[in-house]
């Protein structure tokens, strides 16, 4: 049963510390997502990769916020510093694009819910 | 640019009522038309989906119709189960967005014994 992993699963942390998030997308898959879910904005794209290049990270403050895929099968999401405004569950997802293919679908991990003190 | 909306939640209904969730959209292209669900402490799952108009998505008992003329994949099912208490999010993909999906605002479903 082929599933995006995410860990951790929660973190709790001082503000000014770094926060790394870890993200496995299933095998085969091209695109990865980084999303954040709040009660106040919903859900939010922050960045995506595919074939492990950044396509658009848009969303993401840049100052304290970065995104990368060091290999296939591994997506980071980091902040630092992070602030209590951060706090959020923060989902990664994957899917598969190919060339002259139409298939948008997305499969979401569990998330992680950060919360910062 | 894409946008979807979605009527205001929360929706609070008994079990085996019947129920449905509007859902609807602007885009520049032709979009593919999704609904997600996401049930407590879990990520996001595909529901349904449509790619071309007058499709109909369904499962588990959900169905929705894309409807291009008033731009419109609204939710519904004929009898609700608690088990179905869930957030329920609308969301579109064009050919223009690269496999981007723009989500509407989701909608909490509450349903009681």
């Known amino acids: 049963d082929a599933r995006v992993t995410q860990t951790p699963r929660h973190k709790v942390t001082e503000m000014g510390q770094e926060v790394t998030m870890r993200c496995q997308p299933i095998l085969g898959h091209n695109t990865v997502f980084w999303y954040r879910q709040t009660m106040m904005q919903g859900l939010e794209l922050l960045a995506y990769?595919?074939?492990?290049?950044?396509?658009?990270d848009s969303g993401m403050p840049k100052d304290r916020f970065s995104a990368e895929m060091p290999d296939a099968t591994l997506a980071t999401l980091k902040i630092q510093p992070s602030e209590p405004r951060d706090s959020a569950v923060y989902f990664c997802a994957s899917g598969i694009r190919l060339a002259g293919r139409l298939n948008n679908e997305q499969f979401f991990g569990p998330g992680t819910r950060l919360t910062v003190l | 640019g894409n946008s979807v909306t979605q009527m205001e939640g929360p929706v609070t209904l008994s079990e085996e009522a019947f129920l449905t969730i509007n859902c609807t959209y602007t885009a520049t292209g032709y979009p593919s038309l999704f609904w997600y669900v996401q049930y407590p402490g879990e990520g996001l799952q595909l529901l349904l989906k449509?790619?071309?108009?007058?499709d109909k998505g369904s499962n588990k008992g959900f169905e929705a119709t894309y409807r291009k003329e008033t731009t419109s994949f609204h939710l519904e099912k004929g009898s609700v189960q608690v088990s179905d208490s869930a957030v329920y999010f609308c969301?579109?993909?064009?050919?223009?967005?690269?496999?981007?999906?723009?989500f509407g605002e989701g909608t909490q479903l509450t349903v009681n014994p």
């Open positions: 449509a790619t071309k108009a007058d």
């Open positions: 990769f595919r074939n492990r290049a950044p396509l658009d």
């Open positions: 969301a579109l993909s064009d050919k223009g967005s690269g496999s981007r999906l723009t």
